[in-house]
């Protein structure tokens, strides 16, 4: 699944700081969705990273111009979502699947309530470093992930998206291990973080994993993905 950033409808990519553009397909992110899809692409995930940063929903023009492009393709949005408002604008947009960010994992009640309304269109994010629980965007939280991980399950969770903030946007291969933790929850995962090439994606496959979500690898073509998606139909 390649990963469209976005800030302030153009390309992005996260620092510590703050999202900061990205030269890559001109920094349009329908170019680079139209190359996804040519390469075969049948799920896209879009990260409105104004709304992970500052709070702001700021991007929903362009989920919708990708959904609205790419009738075929179907759209797993995602960025700080915490939110019922959050979660029914994206889907309003088009998004199939809305990924709830790690921050909002701080209540146990709202999440819960969150899981029972949007049954299989929510997907529970988890960022992950050393056993916790670490979101990347304005609202840091800290949190146990075997714990937090056990009351999500019991919850009702769908689906996870589990990622190793060590390991995005840098090279060295996905963190198998705590793939295989969430996928010991039972429920289907999806992996992130350190995923850049086909070697990768079947150590992914191997740990349990039903998909990935590739970033940088897709942004900068060092991924063939092609290729990629021929594997994965196999």
Same mark, same amino acid.
């Given at each position: 699944?390649?990963?469209?950033?976005?800030?302030?409808?153009?390309?992005?990519?996260?620092?510590?700081? @703050?999202? !900061?553009?990205?030269?890559?397909?001109?920094? $349009?992110?329908?170019?680079?969705?139209? &190359?996804?899809?040519?390469?075969?692409?049948?799920?896209?995930?879009?990260?409105?990273? =104004?709304?992970?940063?500052?709070?702001?929903?700021?991007?929903? $023009?362009?989920?919708?111009?990708?959904?609205? +492009?790419?009738? #075929?393709?179907?759209?797993?949005?995602?960025?700080?979502?915490?939110? +019922?408002?959050?979660?029914?604008?994206?889907?309003?947009?088009?998004?199939? %699947?809305?990924?709830?960010? &790690?921050?909002?994992?701080? =209540?146990?009640?709202?999440?819960?309530?969150?899981? &029972?309304?949007?049954?299989?269109?929510?997907?529970?994010?988890?960022?992950? !470093?050393?056993?916790?629980?670490?979101? %990347? #965007?304005?609202?840091?939280? =800290?949190?146990?992930?075997?714990?937090? !991980?056990? *009351?999500?399950?019991?919850?009702?969770?769908?689906?996870?998206?589990?990622?190793?903030? $060590?390991?995005?946007?840098?090279?060295? @291969?996905?963190?198998?291990?705590?793939?295989?933790?969430?996928?010991? &929850?039972?429920?289907?995962?999806?992996?992130?973080?350190?995923? @850049?090439?086909?070697?990768?994606?079947?150590?992914?496959?191997? /740990?349990?994993?039903?998909?990935?979500?590739?970033?940088?690898?897709?942004?900068?073509?060092?991924?063939?993905? +092609?290729?990629?998606?021929? *594997?994965? /139909?196999?």
């Amino acid at each position: 699944m390649p990963a469209i950033d976005v800030t302030r409808g153009r390309l992005g990519r996260f620092a510590p700081a @703050g999202p !900061l553009p990205v030269d890559a397909f001109g920094g $349009d992110p329908l170019a680079a969705a139209a &190359s996804f899809v040519r390469a075969g692409a049948s799920w896209l995930h879009v990260v409105d990273m =104004d709304l992970a940063f500052d709070g702001e929903q700021g991007n929903l $023009d362009i989920v919708t111009s990708i959904c609205a +492009a790419f009738p #075929g393709v179907r759209v797993q949005a995602s960025g700080g979502v915490r939110t +019922a408002a959050h979660l029914h604008a994206f889907v309003a947009a088009g998004a199939a %699947r809305v990924v709830l960010g &790690s921050a909002a994992l701080t =209540d146990e009640g709202a999440v819960a309530a969150l899981l &029972s309304a949007g049954g299989p269109e929510v997907v529970v994010g988890l960022e992950a !470093l050393g056993g916790r629980l670490r979101s %990347r #965007g304005r609202d840091p939280v =800290d949190l146990d992930l075997m714990a937090t !991980l056990g *009351w999500l399950t019991a919850a009702g969770t769908a689906m996870y998206l589990v990622t190793a903030v $060590d390991r995005v946007g840098v090279p060295g @291969g996905p963190d198998i291990e705590l793939i295989r933790q969430v996928v010991r &929850s039972g429920r289907p995962t999806l992996a992130a973080g350190g995923i @850049g090439s086909l070697d990768d994606l079947r150590a992914v496959r191997t /740990a349990g994993a039903v998909g990935a979500v590739v970033g940088r690898g897709a942004i900068e073509r060092s991924l063939d993905l +092609a290729e990629a998606f021929a *594997w994965a /139909a196999t």
